[in-house]
């Protein structure tokens, strides 16, 4: 048997090798549990919330992006609250 003979079998076994494993999680049924965006778009509309784009300074979010992991939260649901409290103080 020539060399290259023995190359093309070796590289025959790997494929059939590779057909025979099982799907990854991330491409098989586990990926259908992430909603893709427009189902999280449908989703967010539905809790009432409405995508709010703002320009903010770095030191303020990064002392928001602190205090999300701290609290172990989103960051929409921290900007959510200081928002909410910044907004009752003004009125009093």
Do not use: W, Y
Request: charged share 30%; aromatic share 2%; no cysteine.
């Amino acid at each position: 048997m020539k060399k290259t003979d023995l190359e093309k079998s070796k590289g025959l076994k790997i494929q059939g090798q590779m057909r025979q494993a099982g799907v990854p999680g991330r491409f098989g049924q586990g990926a259908a549990q992430v909603p893709d965006r427009r189902e999280q778009r449908k989703l967010d509309q539905a809790a009432g919330l409405v995508p709010f784009a703002a320009k903010l300074h770095a030191e303020l979010v990064k002392q928001l992006q602190d205090l999300a992991t701290a609290q172990g939260v989103s960051l929409n649901e921290v900007a959510d609250r200081v928002i909410r409290a910044g907004l009752k103080q003004e009125k009093e």
